[in-house]
């Protein structure tokens, strides 16, 4: 990485090619505490999430990290320990650090097993997940295998048919390879919302559709702020999303031995954003699959879907602005570049 950030803005139109931003955040991450490891992998990922304009999960988080780091809430240096403990099965405690690092860890080790065994899974506990999720389970689809990974949050989240909050907004990201194209990946909160993109309403002062949440009575609202200050979010989907949330619950926390959405307090940390959860993922090796290649069947599948009409998949949108991003550079207003560059100290 030898590009300075400023050299690859210009004043008027600011943008930022890929390697200038991670540089940008990493100086960030590196400022405010965290080692250099950690801070590589967190550039990488939210630099990857801006590229690809998952806004709610890119530089917009930048402030959060850092007045979490600030707070103590985190640990930024912290050095994951991986444990092999079945032929397909590997723990990693994260070390109250964040749950990327872990991944970043383990995954060598996750590989191994899910190709010899056909399956493995990776529990990561004393996590912190701040960010987007297709990211930690994209890569496995460019390398053949499929991913599924689930993550909790903070409580926010009215299970249906309960009236106060309990789950957090708990995504659910999947990622398949497939012939021709790039691979199937969804990402999405199993709240009807996710709450970045609450913040991110507020902050522009406008109204979200209806039935994402409710306000502090439990009356459903569309103002952000009532949301934010005192109400809760609602499930997408009704039962069936809350069905989602809860087995995101069991899985991200029981499973793993971390906490639930509802099981940390972080309130004698002021400035602290980072839910302290944690992260389950599961890696299956297709080849291990009777018939055809499985990408050729998932390219089939996307074939008949576009034969009845669909003009869309999950993941097009992003890879568009992937593209856009490689031709024109990575668009930041100027306010949030000179933001981005005072926590860089630079
Ligand atoms: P969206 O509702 O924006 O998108 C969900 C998925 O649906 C994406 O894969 C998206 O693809 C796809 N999609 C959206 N619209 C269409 C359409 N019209 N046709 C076909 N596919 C479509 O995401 P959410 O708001 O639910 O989540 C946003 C992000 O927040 C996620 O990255 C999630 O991981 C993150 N999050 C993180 C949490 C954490 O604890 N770390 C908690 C909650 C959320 P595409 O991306 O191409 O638009
Ligand atoms: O957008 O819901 C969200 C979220 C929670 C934790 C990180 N992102």
Same mark, same amino acid.
């Given at each position: 990485?030898?590009?300075?950030?400023?050299?690859?803005?210009?004043?008027?139109?600011?943008?930022?090619?890929?390697?200038?931003?991670?540089? +940008?955040?990493?100086?960030?991450?590196?400022?405010?505490?965290?080692?250099?490891?950690?801070?590589?992998?967190?550039?990488?990922?939210?630099?990857?999430?801006?590229?690809?304009?998952?806004?709610?999960?890119?530089?917009?988080?930048?402030?959060?990290?850092?007045?979490?780091?600030?707070?103590?809430? !985190?640990?930024?240096?912290?050095?994951?320990?991986?444990?092999?403990?079945?032929?397909?099965?590997?723990?990693?405690?994260?070390?109250?650090?964040?749950?990327?690092?872990?991944?970043?860890?383990?995954?060598? +080790?996750?590989?191994?097993?899910?190709?010899?065994?056909?399956?493995?899974?990776?529990?990561?506990?004393?996590?912190?997940?701040?960010?987007?999720?297709?990211?930690? !389970? $994209?890569?496995?689809?460019?390398?053949?295998?499929?991913?599924?990974?689930?993550?909790?949050?903070?409580?926010?989240?009215?299970?249906?048919?309960?009236?106060?909050?309990?789950?957090?907004?708990?995504?659910?990201?999947?990622?398949?390879?497939?012939?021709?194209?790039?691979?199937? !990946?969804?990402?999405?909160?199993?709240?009807?919302?996710?709450?970045?993109?609450?913040?991110?309403?507020?902050?522009?002062?406008?109204?979200?559709?209806?039935?994402?949440?409710?306000?502090?009575?439990?009356?459903?609202?569309?103002?952000?702020?009532?949301? +934010?200050?005192?109400?809760?979010?609602?499930?997408?989907?009704?039962?069936?999303?809350?069905?989602?949330?809860?087995?995101? $619950?069991?899985?991200?926390?029981?499973?793993?031995?971390?906490? #639930?959405?509802?099981?940390?307090?972080?309130?004698?940390?002021?400035?602290?954003?980072?839910?302290?959860?944690?992260?389950?993922?599961?890696?299956?090796?297709?080849?291990?699959?009777?018939?055809?290649? #499985?990408?050729?069947?998932?390219?089939?599948?996307?074939?008949?879907?576009?034969?009845?009409?669909?003009?869309?998949?999950?993941?097009?949108?992003?890879?568009?602005?992937?593209?856009?991003?490689? $031709?024109?550079?990575?668009? +930041?207003?100027?306010?949030?570049?000179?933001?981005?560059?005072?926590?860089?100290?630079?």
């Amino acid at each position: 990485m030898t590009a300075s950030p400023e050299m690859a803005v210009s004043s008027a139109n600011p943008s930022l090619d890929f390697d200038s931003l991670v540089l +940008l955040l990493e100086q960030i991450f590196v400022r405010h505490g965290t080692s250099a490891d950690v801070a590589r992998t967190l550039a990488l990922n939210c630099a990857g999430a801006e590229r690809d304009g998952a806004h709610s999960h890119g530089v917009f988080r930048i402030p959060g990290y850092v007045s979490t780091l600030k707070s103590g809430w !985190v640990n930024g240096q912290a050095v994951p320990v991986v444990e092999d403990v079945a032929s397909g099965f590997v723990r990693v405690d994260a070390g109250n650090g964040f749950a990327q690092p872990a991944l970043a860890a383990a995954r060598a +080790l996750l590989v191994e097993k899910a190709r010899s065994a056909g399956i493995a899974v990776l529990a990561i506990r004393n996590s912190h997940h701040f960010a987007a999720l297709w990211p930690d !389970v $994209e890569p496995f689809a460019y390398d053949g295998l499929v991913a599924l990974s689930v993550v909790n949050s903070m409580t926010c989240v009215v299970p249906h048919g309960a009236d106060r909050p309990l789950f957090g907004t708990n995504p659910i990201a999947f990622a398949a390879p497939r012939a021709d194209g790039e691979p199937i !990946v969804f990402d999405l909160a199993t709240s009807a919302i996710a709450h970045g993109d609450v913040q991110i309403a507020a902050r522009k002062g406008e109204r979200l559709p209806a039935g994402m949440g409710v306000d502090g009575l439990g009356q459903p609202t569309q103002d952000p702020k009532a949301i +934010l200050e005192g109400g809760a979010l609602l499930p997408f989907g009704g039962h069936k999303g809350s069905a989602l949330s809860m087995m995101v $619950e069991l899985l991200a926390a029981a499973l793993t031995g971390g906490n #639930f959405s509802f099981e940390f307090d972080w309130s004698n940390h002021p400035g602290a954003k980072t839910p302290w959860t944690g992260q389950l993922l599961i890696v299956i090796d297709p080849s291990k699959a009777a018939g055809q290649s #499985f990408a050729e069947r998932s390219q089939e599948l996307v074939r008949q879907m576009h034969g009845v009409g669909l003009k869309r998949l999950p993941g097009d949108r992003r890879h568009q602005q992937r593209a856009k991003s490689a $031709e024109h550079g990575i668009a +930041l207003d100027a306010q949030t570049l000179a933001n981005l560059k005072e926590l860089a100290g630079s």
